[in-house]
């Protein structure tokens, strides 16, 4: 049988939440463009309108699967919990590609803000993984990036 922590840390409360906002900001987005379908009809929108809408479904089966886990944690096995886990897994890594279609609609709104905004992702997206690479010692990044500049 797993036990109850080991349940609360494949389905943390922190990834429920970024499930959440990811879906209802998918939702809103789909939602706002159903109700102007004639306005500004294009190639690029329908791409990103079709990322979106296809993630969907990923994150509602996610966030059954989060309920389902946390609700039978006392009586859940171990082979069951590895088996949600990885399923889980693939669901959070579909649904975060609704970002690809948020970007994707985002890059259209102008010339200046489309290149500002992937260049605006990239560096989030260094930044997250430079912090993930270092968080094991705080003064292990530092040295690395001193060791990078001085070079």
């Known amino acids: 049988m797993a036990n109850e922590d ?3 840390e494949v389905f943390s409360d922190r990834r429920w939440t970024i ?10 987005i789909l939602l706002v463009h159903s109700l102007e379908p004639d306005k500004a009809p ?3 929108r329908d791409i990103g309108l079709g990322i979106i809408a296809s993630t969907l479904p990923f994150m509602v089966v996610y966030c059954a699967l989060h309920l389902y ?9 171990l ?10 897994v693939v669901c959070q890594l579909i649904a975060y590609g609704s970002m690809l279609g948020i970007l994707t609609l985002w890059y259209g709104i ?14 989030a997206f260094l930044t997250v ?13 530092l040295e690395m990036f001193s060791q990078r500049s001085s070079q």
């Open 6 to 8: 080991e349940v609360r």
């Open 19 to 28: 499930m959440g906002a990811l879906l209802g900001t998918s939702t809103a």
């Open 42 to 44: 294009s190639l690029q």
């Open 69 to 77: 886990a946390r609700e039978n944690e006392e009586r859940m096995l």
């Open 79 to 88: 082979s069951e919990l590895h088996r949600l886990s990885s399923l889980s």
């Open 110 to 123: 102008s010339d200046i803000v489309g290149p500002l905004i992937i260049a605006a992702s990239l560096v």
């Open 129 to 141: 993984r430079y912090v993930l690479y270092t968080s094991t010692s705080p003064r292990q990044g």
